[in-house]
């Protein structure tokens, strides 16, 4: 069994940064990516970035690219999203989640942090 653990959301004014990270824990198993995914109250959940388990390929939706970066740990089993220029739009649950090898899609997810950007 394998466990994702958000941790770094919270309160925060627009244009200020936040740094999300994700812990993954548990049964050892074979990574092809990691992401972060984003859902607002009324709206369907998004995808916001991912990262391939070689750190060489970055993925961003066109309404964070420029402004957020994601990143992971080469020794431990996290990976992180550094969160700048908040807008208030970005307000949401941040999700982290994983696609395992051979695996269709994202098949593990976090149980979300929640991040609010006010005006």
């Known amino acids: 069994q394998v466990t994702l653990e958000e941790s770094g959301g919270g309160l925060v004014q627009a244009g200020g940064s936040l740094r999300l990270s994700c812990t993954a824990s548990?049964?050892?198993?074979?990574?092809?990516?990691m992401a972060w995914f984003r859902h607002a109250p009324g709206k369907e959940r998004q995808f916001v970035s991912s990262?391939?388990?070689?750190?060489?390929?970055?993925y961003y939706s066109d309404s964070v690219k420029d402004r957020f970066m994601i990143s992971r740990h080469r020794s431990k089993n996290e990976w992180y999203l550094q969160m700048n220029n908040l807008k208030p739009k970005d307000t949401a649950v941040y999700y982290c989640a994983v696609q395992g090898v051979g695996a269709s899609n994202y098949d593990r997810w976090g149980q979300g942090t929640q991040v609010t950007v006010s005006s």
């Open positions: 548990g049964r050892p198993f074979s990574v092809y990516a």
């Open positions: 990262i391939r388990w070689s750190g060489c390929s970055t």
